[in-house]
């Protein structure tokens, strides 16, 4: 396995990365996280993504990427969950924008042994900046058609307090993506109904968790064997109490990768339009709650569907 699996079987020690942070590095896991560099912060804890104002270790919870919230001096322990840490560039800066050229010498090659020796599904670089460090390009978020021999590459958001125009929802919506696309497990069929009312209100569900808070229009999964409709029956009236209405056609469907249900990675939804008469909706559960909306309202939303965008384009269907 080379110099890299004698590398992971050492890196605790104090001198086993040439850096300030030690790598954290193990054979087969999941993901490998690759930061750009060492910040004063992260060099004094000597551990990854140290200062309190780093999103990384959140949103590796909320996306469900670890079982549990870490602390960055549990750095190690993240093992034992199939993710590692690495940097793009070793050395420590005050802030990215401090590192040269220089700083990313042997950067492809040492990724390319990591993938290579230590063979992870995914190397997920947390920046922009630390895939143009490492390969001298340019890139977007998400999954890149560059690969490294059989490991994928993903670049997120960086979770640095710099980078603080690009908001939470943002942040969170790609490390979940990531989650769900990790996971290896299959993607789950479901139906949303777009219920209409005759003044063109829309139906929402709020939904609360301990990292976000969003609304969507009624439905869930398909259980084996259901149709469609059957589906969205037993949805409708399990979450609000809704037995009589006139189904219209399929709207739109769309897919997301993410960790919600146990045993999937993702739902892939279909959304019908659900004509009703105005009705009081029943009080929903704790954390949840239903509202009607105009379009207006749907367009101000700050907590809105990932749908939103196909939701409003929709709506001359209604």
Known sequence: MGEWVAHARDMAKPDATPSDVPDVLGLGLRIVFVGINPGRVSAAARAHFANPRNDFWRLLHASRMTSRLYEPSEQFTLLEEGIGVTNAAYRTTPGSGDLRRADFAGSTERLERIARDLRPAWLAFVGKEAYRGAFRTRCELGVQERTLGDTKLFVLPSTSPANAAVPWRERLYWFRRL????????????????????????????????????????????????????????????????????????????????????????????????????????????????????????????????????????????
Do not use: K
């Open 179 to 318: 989650s769900g696309l990790a996971s290896g497990l299959p993607i789950r069929e479901g139906v949303r109904g777009v219920v209409v009312a005759p003044d063109m209100r829309t139906l929402m569900i709020r939904y609360v968790e301990e990292y976000e808070t969003w609304w969507i229009p009624p439905g869930g999964g398909v259980d084996p064997g259901e149709s469609d409709i059957e589906a969205l029956r037993r949805e409708l009236r399990e979450e609000v109490g809704l037995t009589e209405f006139e189904l219209g056609p399929l709207l739109f469907e769309r897919g997301h990768h993410f960790r919600i249900e146990d045993g999937y990675g993702g739902q892939h939804n279909r959304y019908y339009l659900v004509r009703v008469p105005a009705f009081e909706v029943e009080q929903l559960g704790e954390g949840s709650e239903a509202r009607w909306f105009t379009i207006d309202e749907l367009r101000v939303l700050p907590d809105p569907p990932l749908d939103i965008e196909q939701l409003l384009s929709s709506a001359s269907d209604w």
